[in-house]
């Protein structure tokens, strides 16, 4: 397959959600990145530079809640952007480089949550999840792994039904697992210890964007006095949020809910993200450590460098 074609579906697999969720998605841009430096026809570093910037914001396009996928554009091509006077072929290596290392990092990242998320695990714990969350999940199984007797319950996550596919991968680690619909939460929260999530964006106020039904999760834990935790990398909390931008729900085609052509003048509407606000949320597990909430700004900060009244790039 030739490199543009690799790069298109790369993208239409992200916006089709057959790539899908977050790390994943950053995963993939990575590797679009990377396929671009290697594949090149640029005969200068700006020709290369103008290139790189097309490819970024053709996968920019193709989710927009996932802050994941912004931040690993980011990581992959900020030094080059930045570095515009090195030679072609510096600025090429440089950009496969750091594509190689955010998919290194990015990997080592799930691993190294499943650990740190795992000893706030007790053995016997019954626990929640919703929808398909790798972070969510390295953290069940590490624990399980580490002797702990547990139980799971996963949602279904309508309308893409994501909570399939974490079902089966616990079951086949051996987890008991039972599946239910997103509407019997809050009839099984008085039966659970303690809910694991993932996110897809986490705000400087500690909000946390993910799949839709998480906040109705988090308001059936609270009300239950369940502690609800979010686990995901550090690449997912959103910089644009520091200076005070708001997150984009992104809304997906009606016919993923159901055929609009069967309810003729009926408006359907499929948001594919909700807003769990901080007060909800008890910690967030994320590779460099455990954190509240309240902490996500100072995260921010110190991921991008970023200090009041500067210039966010």
């Not at 691993?111 to 000893?119: A, P």
């Not at 309810?263 to 910690?283: A, H, M, S």
């Amino acid at each position: 397959m030739m490199a543009q074609a690799q790069i298109e579906k790369i993208a239409e697999d992200i916006r089709k959600m057959r790539i899908r969720g977050a790390g994943r998605i950053a995963r993939a841009a990575a590797r679009a990145l990377k396929i671009a430096a290697k594949t090149t026809k640029a005969r200068t570093s700006a020709e290369f530079l103008k290139e790189l910037e097309q490819v970024s914001r053709f996968l920019l396009n193709t989710r927009p809640t996932a802050v994941s996928l912004p931040n690993a554009i980011r990581f992959v091509t900020h030094k080059a952007m930045v570095s515009k006077d090195l030679d072609l072929e510096t600025l090429r290596k440089m950009v496969i480089s750091k594509a190689d290392e955010f998919i290194k990092t990015s990997l080592e990242a799930v691993k190294r949550i499943g650990e740190i998320g795992s000893r706030r695990i007790s053995d016997g714990d019954v626990i929640m999840t919703h929808c398909n969350s790798d972070c969510a999940l390295s953290v069940i199984k590490t624990a399980f792994k580490q002797g702990k007797r547990l139980e799971v319950f996963v949602t279904e996550s309508r309308p893409m039904r994501q909570g399939l596919i974490s079902a089966r991968e616990l079951s086949r680690a051996g987890i008991p697992t039972t599946l239910i619909v997103d509407s019997a939460v809050r009839h099984f929260i008085r039966d659970v210890d303690k809910v694991i999530v993932g996110a897809d964006s986490i705000a400087a106020n500690g909000a946390v964007i993910n799949k839709i039904g998480t906040s109705q999760l988090a308001l059936a834990a609270n009300e239950a006095r369940v502690l609800f935790f979010v686990a995901a990398e550090s690449y997912k909390f959103h910089p644009g949020t520091l200076v005070g931008r708001l997150v984009e729900i992104e809304e997906r085609p009606p016919n993923e809910i159901v055929n609009p052509k069967r309810f003729p003048g009926v408006k359907i509407r499929n948001p594919v993200f909700d807003v769990t606000p901080p007060e909800y949320i008890d910690l967030i597990i994320t590779e460099r450590g455990i954190i509240p909430p309240s902490a996500a700004y100072v995260v921010l900060q110190e991921q991008f460098e970023w200090r009041p009244g500067e210039e966010l790039v």
